[in-house]
């Protein structure tokens, strides 16, 4: 069974303020996304990696940087929260890009920035 | 702009009918298609999927239509359950030089009344 584990589930944050979001996966593969879901925008792709040590910037990645350090974690960092980063974050893994096979999406990550 | 738009926010489909989601495109670069499936407060599970080299695939209730020249996929969901009642993200992706992702588009929320 796919597992993508995410933490914190849920973060209340000051604006200013340092946050960050991990996620771990245990299905050994090579690929791995940062998305944001927010009301009327679906998923946003913000950063992902297909390999260790090296990160892709997404559609939206201004405002965040991620973080590979090893194949099985992946992280998102926001240097300094902003109110409009408000949102639920997903991290998700896969095998192939998600091109031929799907991808597997962690818990989910409910970030309220005040 | 948005890559992969679904124009629909929301769909309400009667128990036992056939329920039609739309998704169009922008980039004709991309060569393979998806539709998850999403649950409030839960992550998104890949319903079907399909690659560019063919126009269509069933499985179950669950049919993806690929018109490539019109840049637009729908799902069609035969004999609909209030089960089905759940946020159906349509995603495109493309594979470039080994840096492959996955865009969504906004979502449609279906509801199947009993």
């Known amino acids: 069974e796919a597992a993508v584990t995410q933490s914190p589930r849920s973060k209340v944050a000051v604006t200013g303020g340092k946050v960050t979001l991990s996620c771990h996966q245990t299905?050994?593969?090579?690929?791995m996304y940062w998305y944001r879901q927010d009301t009327g925008h679906g998923l946003r792709l913000i950063h992902y990696s297909y390999v260790a040590d090296s990160t892709e910037k997404g559609d939206i990645p201004d405002g965040y940087k991620a973080s590979r350090p090893s194949q099985e974690n992946f992280s998102l960092i926001l240097e300094l929260a902003s109110l409009s980063q408000t949102a639920v974050y997903f991290c998700?893994?896969?095998?192939?890009?998600?091109?031929?096979?799907?991808?597997?999406f962690g818990e989910g990550s409910k970030l309220t920035v005040l | 702009g948005q890559q992969v738009k679904q124009s629909s926010p929301s769909l309400t489909v009667q128990e036992g009918g056939i329920s039609i989601l739309n998704c169009d495109y922008e980039n004709d670069m991309f060569d393979y298609f998806a539709w998850y499936k999403k649950y409030p407060d839960n992550s998104p599970t890949l319903l079907i999927s399909v690659r560019s080299n063919v126009d269509k695939r069933e499985d179950g209730r669950f049919t993806v239509f690929l018109n490539k020249s019109g840049k637009h996929f729908s799902l069609h969901i035969t004999a609909s359950q209030p089960e089905d009642t759940a946020v159906y993200l349509c995603?495109?992706?493309?594979?470039?030089?080994?840096?492959?992702?996955?865009?969504f588009g906004e979502g449609t929320k279906l509801t199947v009344s009993s």
């Open positions: 998700a893994s896969s095998d192939a890009g998600g091109l031929t096979g799907q991808l597997y």
């Open positions: 995603a495109a992706g493309l594979n470039q030089g080994g840096s492959a992702k996955l865009i």
């Open positions: 299905n050994n593969h090579d690929y």
